[in-house]
């Protein structure tokens, strides 16, 4: 959807995904900083994003046509909503949180499993945080945002209902049964 949008928009996906995914990298490299500085210090937020800023897969990543550079800044992003938000309670947060881990689940439908266990956690902390309820309706609002549109186009598409992916059930019998040797 996003090669179609950038065709449609520039006449030159290739080059301009690329350029995208870069600003993706360097991004994702500042929102890894972000999240260090907050959880453990400047110091180690400053090796943090030094330590991305020269990982040599992230930047070779950042030049292919593949779905890993999307992936590692939406799970910077949503680790950084996610520690802001549990610094400083607030639906807005939770709910660019909640479109991080969207983008995350069109990209990889098992991270749908975490999903619950920030709900838990907002659960839990309802005698300190009054407007739990909020943050959480956000969180999964903003989610279904972003994952029905492509649970209602595969299903369309498949003429069949898919929640998220086709191939789950296939790929974990490949990773998981007797034989497999990966």
Same mark, same amino acid.
């Given at each position: 959807?996003? %090669? ?9 996906? @290739?080059?301009? +995904?690329?350029? %995208? ?7 994702? $490299? ?10 453990? /210090? ?8 030094? #330590? ?11 030049? +292919?046509?593949?779905?890993?550079? %999307? ?6 992003? @949503?680790? &950084? ?8 309670? /607030?639906?807005?947060?939770? #709910? +660019? #949180? ?23 956690? @907002?659960? +839990? ?8 309820? $909020?943050?959480?309706?956000?969180? $999964?609002?903003?989610? @279904? ?15 069949? &209902? ?9 790929? &974990? ?10």
């Amino acid at each position: 959807v996003l %090669l179609s949008v950038i065709d449609t928009v520039t006449g030159n996906a @290739l080059t301009w +995904m690329r350029v %995208l995914q870069i600003i993706l990298g360097t991004l994702s $490299t500042v929102l890894v900083y972000r999240t260090a500085s907050i959880l453990f /210090g400047k110091g180690p937020g400053i090796i943090s994003g030094v #330590a991305v800023a020269m990982s040599a897969q992230l930047i070779y990543f950042d030049s +292919m046509l593949l779905v890993e550079s %999307l992936f590692a800044f939406a799970i910077a992003s @949503l680790l &950084f909503f996610v520690v802001k938000a549990i610094e400083k309670p /607030g639906w807005k947060l939770w #709910a +660019m #949180a909640g479109l991080s881990a969207g983008v995350l689940i069109a990209l990889r439908g098992s991270i749908a499993l975490f999903v619950p266990v920030l709900l838990v956690y @907002l659960w +839990m902390q309802r005698g300190r945080y009054p407007a739990w309820k $909020t943050s959480a309706i956000a969180f $999964t609002a903003a989610v @279904l945002l972003v994952v029905v549109p492509f649970v209602v186009r595969n299903s369309v598409y498949a003429d069949e &209902f898919v929640p998220l992916t086709s191939s789950g059930g296939l790929n &974990f019998y490949a990773g998981n049964n007797e034989s497999a040797d990966g």
